[in-house]
């Protein structure tokens, strides 16, 4: 298919936007065959594409003109392609199967950290009534107990009124505020009163300034950049020399041969059935990484260092099908515990910065070296900000640090008729597609050690994930289908103050206005259950994974349900 009939600037410099709309499945079986004809080592087999079959609702549901479920939706699908590559390696394919992606399906998941249900109750609502509270163990330790330190992560005017700053507290706002000369016990009576109180600092200085200030103080941020001001960049023309699906040989290790997959085990069909990770991450990125390879059959252990902040909610989804495990790299017992786990994994997972794991020996060349001695090679996936290499590789950097650099931020404001103002794109999308990008990477990986031998190297980042979804080969919505799709929702206002948080809440009220009685009801079908849970004994429901294979016996699911952080004895587990 080709690219769309684009206009230049409709939303800013650098933008393109669509002539004409093309219904969500259609735009997503295009930019599959974009996106596989980008990506080294990917089949181009037009046989084996052919087999997904896009299904979902014509029109978009998220607000704002970026085609964000559409690329998402192609990267699951390559899940569900490699899947199948990887069911022929194990005599399991069929030249009649099919891959099933449901748009609209792909939307929800892009919300799905917090669509959960307890006991039939919504998770969302029980997090605001502070009934989750006693049900798992609180990483937070305060993280967002303010005003003042909730709205430190947001988008703020400066000195010049035509650039915005994204600013974020990084779950610890403090020395965010004290940089600033705001003190972060002064009371703010409201969340709008704390953004006004920023604002009259970050009003004082410039972006340019402001950049300098969070370099100098090792703190994330951004400029609010638009489209072709990124490209432009060092930064953007450092990552636009990788491919979107970012996965690397490593021809520099002593070679390893092929590696057939685990025998099969009658019980357990999926795709990575018998296949063992190791997932050191944190919050949403590199933890769905993880959930996405448990669904496919993946033995996943996460693991969490205790005295770092994670986000409390996210227990409840993001540890599908995986246990969980407490390891502080600090203690010299509990690096052996790890060391031990991962000489026997086929999969390390890491989301902390460029250079970090290498300081406790689990660096690349440190798995490689791990990987030759055991004859048997590795995937290692690293999951950060800005990408591989470049200026700001080893910056530290979030979504929403990565959708006001790419431009993101800057386009979705001027979809919503704000001539200068800069608003994040309505829900973690750049996090949960990272995720998603990873788990494409990790599967490819395992595919090219199978029929190569060799270890591979994946890289999946937040700004490659916005840079790509504004591409002029993705192309962006019309204003009126923009438009149309926030009189049908009606959602509510959406500015630059608004944490992600906030605006994954009104997302989900529109959705509830039109999809309430069908989509989003727990025994709607969508929803995988599980009877029992950690979560105080109570029924957890989570919305199913995307992928549909048409066995049902290799189809992704989870056969058990998240359990808390650090809620198995690290002393004990093995794989």
């Not at 295009?30 to 896009?54: H, M, N, Q, W, Y």
């Amino acid at each position: 298919m080709s690219a769309p009939q684009t206009l230049a600037g409709v939303y800013g410099p650098g933008t393109h936007t669509d002539r004409d709309f093309k219904p969500v499945p259609q735009e997503a079986e295009r930019i599959l065959r974009l996106i596989a004809s980008e990506t080294p080592g990917f089949t181009k087999d037009e046989k084996l594409l052919s087999k997904v079959e896009f299904e979902g609702e014509d029109y978009p549901v998220l607000p704002g003109p970026i085609k964000a479920v559409e690329v998402a939706s192609a990267l699951h699908a390559m899940t569900g392609v490699l899947a199948e590559e990887i069911l022929a390696l194990r005599g399991l394919a069929s030249d009649e199967s099919s891959i099933t992606v449901n748009t609209t399906h792909v939307a929800f998941w892009l919300a799905s950290i917090a669509f959960a249900y307890l006991e039939g109750e919504e998770s969302l609502a029980l997090a605001s009534q502070k009934k989750l509270d006693a049900l798992y163990p609180n990483f937070e330790q305060g993280w967002v107990d303010t005003p003042l330190k909730y709205r430190t992560t947001a988008i703020y005017p400066t000195k010049n009124p035509e650039v915005w700053y994204s600013l974020h507290g990084s779950l610890d706002a403090t020395p965010v505020l004290k940089s600033l000369g705001v003190d972060p016990a002064q009371p703010a009576a409201s969340n709008e009163e704390a953004y006004e109180l920023l604002s009259s600092a970050t009003r004082t200085l410039s972006p340019e300034e402001l950049e300098f200030h969070n370099l100098q103080n090792g703190l994330c941020g951004s400029i609010c950049f638009t489209p072709e001001a990124w490209n432009n960049s060092s930064m953007g023309k450092s990552l636009a020399q990788h491919p979107l699906v970012n996965v690397k040989a490593q021809p520099q290790a002593i070679p390893t041969p092929p590696i057939t997959f685990p025998p099969v085990n009658l019980s357990d069909k999926r795709p990575l059935a018998g296949i063992k990770v190791v997932e050191m991450t944190r919050v949403i990125a590199g933890p769905q990484i993880g959930t996405i390879l448990a669904a496919y059959g993946a033995d996943v252990i996460r693991i969490s260092p205790p005295h770092l902040r994670d986000i409390n909610i996210l227990q409840l989804t993001l540890n599908a099908g995986k246990r969980t495990i407490g390891i502080d790299l600090r203690e010299q017992q509990d690096r052996e515990i790890l060391f031990n786990l991962v000489k026997d994994a086929d999969i390390f997972i890491q989301g902390f910065r460029q250079g970090k794991m290498a300081k406790y020996g689990l660096g690349v060349d440190d798995l490689l070296q791990i990987a030759a001695k055991r004859e048997r090679g590795i995937v290692y996936v690293s999951e950060n900000c800005y990408g591989p290499d470049g200026y700001y590789a080893e910056r530290p950097g979030w979504q929403q640090i990565a959708d006001a650099a790419a431009g993101s931020a800057y386009v979705t404001g001027r979809s919503l008729n704000l001539p200068t103002e800069a608003v994040l794109p309505s829900l973690p999308i750049s996090d949960m597609t990272t995720g998603l990008l990873g788990a494409v990477g990790a599967m490819l990986g395992l595919k090219r050690r199978a029929t190569e031998g060799g270890s591979y190297v994946a890289h999946a980042s937040l700004a490659a994930v916005n840079t790509y979804a504004l591409k002029p080969e993705v192309g962006l919505y019309p204003r009126n289908t923009v438009e149309e799709n926030s009189k049908k929702f009606a959602f509510a206002e959406m500015r630059g103050a608004h944490h992600v948080l906030d605006l994954l809440v009104t997302v989900y009220h529109g959705w509830k206005r039109v999809f309430g009685e069908s989509y989003l009801r727990e025994e709607s079908g969508w929803f995988q259950s599980f009877e029992k849970s950690a979560f105080g004994g109570k029924r957890l429901s989570v919305l199913k994974p995307v992928v549909r294979l048409s066995d049902s016996e290799s189809t992704p699911s989870w056969r058990t349900p998240s359990v808390p952080y650090c809620f198995y004895d690290k002393t004990a587990t093995k794989f």
